[in-house]
């Protein structure tokens, strides 16, 4: 049973996100708090698993409390609620694992609860492995008018597309705004290489690498990337790194 925290500062609000939290069958004991100030004292005394914060609350704000919440030995997992898109990326740099958007919608919801139970299997598995607990890297991105969070292990590559970038998973596509080049620098640790002026890849779903042919390619999925000349000494010392071997 996932123990959770609503902190709102309408209780309306409150009321309707917990009634709907109280019908999935995988939430225990909901905590309720009216301002920032108030959840962290409570936090203080009740360790939850995971807490649904609002962001325009007067006084501490759902991000200040996010950033409170990190200094926590038992930090909760985070789920941002609130009626606009515009703070998407900083609920990514906070690490949440969803943005839910007002009004929220039942099948939402239970997306969003499926991604808390993941993250906290996730953290429990490493905790026991290496005694410390890691979230996947979550990244904010807009489909259609409606910003949800993605994993950035599920992005297979990334497409330049001027000042924004597109990235690919196996179910869709999200443009973003970030420069190609911020990408390159801040995934090179999660081992994505620049493999063309307009590809990112990941080296994790590369499934064929043709590199000494007059048209260097790799294939992530369905799509056949080019690499170029330039960038392909930096590939190929990226691919012994990683103990991968180039199929000519």
Same mark, same amino acid.
């Given at each position: ?57 007067? =006084?501490? %704000?759902g991000f200040d409390l996010a950033? &409170?919440? +990190?200094?926590? *030995?038992?930090?909760? @997992?985070?789920?941002?609620? $609130? ?39 996730? =953290?429990? %598995? ?5 005694? &410390?607990? +890691?979230?996947? *890297?979550?990244?904010? @991105?807009?489909?259609?008018? $409606? ?73 992530v999925g369905q799509a056949e ?6 960038l392909l000494p930096a590939l ?13």
């Open positions: 049973m996932i123990s959770v925290l609503i902190a709102d500062d309408e209780q309306p609000a409150i009321d309707e996100l917990a009634f709907l939290l109280g019908q999935d069958p995988r939430i225990g004991m909901i905590h309720q708090a009216l301002s920032g100030a108030e959840a962290i004292r409570l936090l203080t005394r009740e360790p939850v698993d995971a807490a649904f914060l609002d962001i325009h609350m007067p =006084g501490l %704000t950033r &409170a919440l +990190a200094r926590f *030995e038992h930090r909760p @997992v985070l789920v941002f609620v $609130t009626a606009d898109e515009e703070g998407a990326i900083e609920a990514f740099d906070l690490a949440a694992v969803d943005y839910l958007l007002k009004p929220v919608r039942t099948e939402r919801l239970h997306r969003s609860v499926g991604r808390i139970a993941e993250a906290l299997k996730a =953290g429990s %598995t490493n905790q026991a492995a290496a005694g &410390a607990s +890691a979230e996947p *890297e979550m990244i904010a @991105v807009t489909l259609g008018g $409606t910003t949800r969070m993605i994993r950035r292990d599920d992005v297979r590559y990334v497409q330049a597309q001027g000042d924004y970038a597109r990235l690919h998973t196996e179910e869709a596509s999200y443009l973003v705004r970030v420069p190609m080049s911020d990408l390159e620098r801040q995934w090179a640790d999660a081992g994505f290489v620049r493999v063309h002026r307009s590809y990112l890849v990941s080296l994790a779903h590369l499934s064929r690498i043709r590199l000494g042919s007059d048209h260097p390619s790799v294939t990337l080019p690499v170029s000349r330039r190929r010392d990226r691919l012994d790194q990683a103990m991968i071997r180039p199929r000519t």
